[in-house]
């Protein structure tokens, strides 16, 4: 089935420490998405990437650093410089058409720092 | 910094119609309007978008008037399984620049 897949689907975390969360997709979609969601908040932009080799921050980028080396891969780390990591972080991928095309996400990794 | 607005909350039950508003002053003027729905712990969903007027997919209507400053999602004859979060996504305008953004949601709990 084509989709797209995050995990793990719950991740803990050390204060202090980096943890990277995993991002695939099947969908050969050229735009990928890394959002951040708190208790009753809508969805934060953290990266973006239009295409291979390329990202761009969004609007929380700072403590986060992407890497995008192949289409269907789109991992997210989480560095020890992000002062309030505990969230559910969720993942998009969309295809060609623009902004206003429908967005495809996973299931989402809820993150918790202990 | 352009919003969005949707009402917190509804309350509904099982067999009527729910209808949704969204307002979005500041609409770009080629951007669509687009609803997704979420669950607990799930991503969100894709549910219908429009332009203009009306659009109406198996599950949803969507109404958007003609100076499209507002939108509103109806979905018909709702179940216990259309309790949920509902987004409306709309792309405006934040100085010169234009970005997505994402409403607060209406969390919408569907009775027995």
């Known amino acids: 089935d084509g989709g797209i897949t995050q995990s793990p689907k719950y991740l803990f975390r050390k204060e202090g420490q980096n943890v990277t969360l995993s991002c695939e997709q099947n969908l050969n979609h050229d735009a990928m998405y890394w959002y951040r969601q708190d208790p009753g908040q809508g969805l934060r932009l953290i990266y973006y990437s239009q295409i291979v080799n390329d990202f761009q921050k969004g609007d929380i980028a700072e403590g986060y650093s992407v890497s995008r080396e192949k289409k269907e891969s789109f991992p997210l780390t989480v560095t020890s410089a992000q002062k309030n990591p505990t969230a559910f972080y969720l993942c998009?991928?969309?295809?060609?058409?623009?902004?206003?095309?429908?967005?495809?996400f996973g299931q989402g990794t809820r993150l918790t720092v202990v | 910094l352009a919003k969005t607005t949707q009402p917190i909350s509804m309350d509904s039950y099982e067999g009527q119609e729910v209808n949704i508003t969204c307002s979005h002053n500041?609409?770009?003027?080629?951007?669509?309007i687009t609803w997704y729905q979420q669950f607990p712990s799930q991503g969100p969903r894709f549910i219908i978008q429009?332009?203009?007027?009306?659009v109406t997919n198996e599950v949803a209507s969507l109404f958007i008037p003609a100076d499209r400053k507002s939108s509103t999602l109806s979905l018909p004859r709702v179940s216990l399984s259309d309790t949920a979060v509902y987004y409306c996504?709309?792309?405006?305008?934040?100085?010169?620049?234009?970005?997505?953004?994402w409403g607060l949601g209406t969390s919408l709990a569907v009775n027995p």
């Open positions: 500041n609409i770009a003027t080629n951007d669509y």
């Open positions: 996504l709309v792309g405006v305008y934040a100085g010169n620049n234009r970005k997505l953004i």
């Open positions: 998009a991928s969309r295809g060609g058409g623009g902004a206003n095309t429908e967005a495809f």
């Open positions: 429009g332009y203009k007027t009306k």
